[in-house]
């Protein structure tokens, strides 16, 4: 039994480590922003969806790599509202 709980303890703890970061960034705007910072040009929309007033964009760069960036991103969410399909971003 103490085993057990052991266990579950430790997968609680390795879980929640790192919780408030992503991928190494404080926030996933700051992830964003670097993400799309290292994409060649140009940088295409190519698509967009609205989720409770809030967008979700996707990229295409200059090698054929494409991104998807979630609503809970504010620049996502700036230029999903703002920008049309075939933009150029970058």
Avoid at 62 to 89: F, M, V
Wanted: aromatic share 8%; glycine share 12%.
């Amino acid at each position: 039994m103490k085993k057990v709980i052991l266990g579950i303890l430790l997968v609680i703890g390795l879980g929640s480590c790192g919780f408030d970061s992503y991928k190494g960034y404080e926030s996933y705007d700051d992830y964003v922003i670097h993400d799309i910072n290292t994409l060649k040009s140009p940088v295409i929309l190519i698509g967009k969806s609205c989720s409770m007033s809030m967008w979700g964009i996707t990229v295409k760069d200059g090698k054929d790599s494409i991104r998807h960036y979630g609503n809970a991103s504010s620049l996502a969410n700036n230029i999903g509202e703002s920008r049309n399909i075939g933009d150029t971003i970058k």
